[in-house]
């Protein structure tokens, strides 16, 4: 347990400075924008008013699945998992849940250096008070960048800067954010399909014997899916299937 909040408090703590300048956090006491403001009526009566701040911060809230998705290894890895159980012909195990949860502690472990650098570079400094908001956040996205555009195909952003007409750029590390991510994600679902039709391959040969051998035997009426699930199974178990699986997507982004 102690590890895994080693690991997972750089993230959260990255994740909380993203809304830092909204919140108003490192600023002197007094020039924040008040979460709650108190106005007095002629009558004399008060009146409570929630300012924009929390409208804002809710609004900024709905964008953290997305970071997570998004701007991490998380994506690759829950469509690799999809695409397994769908050659095992499983329908609904392991449970949806169940790959999220696997994928989301998968994911900790494999961006565990970048969310450290973060830490290090950004959320502790800004902790201590040695740098404000708006450059704990610059510095944040520093190893965040590298990370993505380490990841990020070259025929993939410049499809995106054709799109948006960008000038031709000096180097990679001057491509806009905007740019950059869903580039990421495109090179992302790419390398994603790519590994799970490798995947799917064995599985389709399994399925296509099965499926021969029933015909030539006639019995045309029985599912071929149903007699070679436990084959899959089988073959899956036997080559260690889940530390396969784990450690090419690990290695798939040079963990």
């Given amino acids: 347990m102690a590890n895994f909040v080693n690991r997972s408090g750089p993230a959260i703590a990255f994740l909380l400075l993203s809304f830092a300048p909204i919140l ?11 979460a709650l403001s108190l106005t007095t009526n002629p009558d004399g009566s008060q009146e409570y008013s929630v300012t924009i701040q ?10 953290l699945p997305a970071i997570l ?21 499983l329908q609904q195990s392991p449970s949806n849940q169940i790959m999220v949860g696997l994928a989301l502690f998968l994911t900790l472990f494999i961006m565990s250096p970048v969310f450290n650098q973060v830490y290090t570079d950004a959320v502790e400094p800004y902790m ?13 996205l520093v190893p965040m960048r590298s990370f993505m ?4 195909r070259e025929s993939d952003l410049k499809l995106f800067l054709d799109i948006g007409r960008y000038p031709s750029l000096d180097s990679v590390d001057d491509v806009p954010l905007a740019v950059l991510m869903p580039a ?7 390398t994603a399909f790519q590994i799970g ?22 019995m045309m009426m029985l599912s071929p899916l149903i007699i070679s699930l436990p084959f899959k199974l089988m073959l899956f178990v036997l080559v260690d299937g889940w530390a396969m699986i784990i450690g090419s997507l690990a290695a798939s982004f040079g963990v």
């Fill in 24 to 34: 108003g956090f490192g600023q002197e006491s007094g020039t924040g924008i008040p």
């Fill in 197 to 218: 039709f490798m995947i799917f391959i064995p599985f389709l040969v399994i399925d296509l014997v099965v499926a021969s051998v029933l015909m030539a035997m006639g």
């Fill in 69 to 89: 998705m998004m701007m991490t290894s998380f994506t690759r890895i829950i469509i690799v998992f999809a695409i397994l159980r769908q050659a095992l012909g």
């Fill in 128 to 140: 201590n008070e040695q740098m404000d908001s708006k450059t704990a956040l610059d510095s944040a």
């Fill in 149 to 152: 555009i380490s990841q990020t």
């Fill in 54 to 63: 929390i409208l804002a911060l809710m609004t900024g809230l709905t964008f």
């Fill in 184 to 190: 990421f994600i495109t090179s992302e679902l790419k």
